[in-house]
Nanobody
Framework: QVQLVESGGGLVQAGGSLRLSCAASGSIFGSNAMGWYRQAPGKLRELVAGIGSGGITNYADSVKGRFTISRHNAKNTVYLQMNSLEPEDTAVYYC??????????WGQGTQVTVSS
């Protein structure tokens, strides 16, 4: 089993910044991918950013140039630096980890609210 604990959400004004963290623990073996999805009220969950063990990243078009994902492999932790936040970024952000065996684990979610 793998546990994911997120932190760093909150309320911020438009144009501000937040940094999300997600620490994984448990039975983590081999390479894996980590990242973030988000879900706004009334909308489907969408991928925000992901990063593989080797550091290859991918981003949703809506956050490119504003968000940066990074990871510390020794700490099994992934970070999401969010700059120039917009009200449209308001959502619950979920951390995920996909193992080499394609098993997905999810965090409990952290609320990000951007006021205009």
């Amino acid at each position: 089993q793998v546990q994911l604990v997120e932190s760093g959400g909150g309320l911020v004004q438009a144009g501000g910044s937040l940094r999300l963290s997600c620490a994984a623990s448990g039975s983590i073996f081999g390479s894996n991918a980590m990242g973030w999805y988000r879900q706004a009220p009334g909308k489907l969950r969408e991928l925000v950013a992901g990063i593989g063990s080797g550091g290859i990243t991918n981003y949703a078009d809506s956050v490119k140039g504003r968000f940066t994902i990074s990871r510390h492999n020794a700490k099994n932790t992934v970070y999401l630096q969010m700059n120039s936040l917009e009200p449209e970024d308001t959502a619950v952000y979920y951390c995920y980890l996909t193992t080499a065996w394609k098993t997905d684990y999810w965090g409990q979610g952290t609320q990000v609210t951007v006021s205009s």
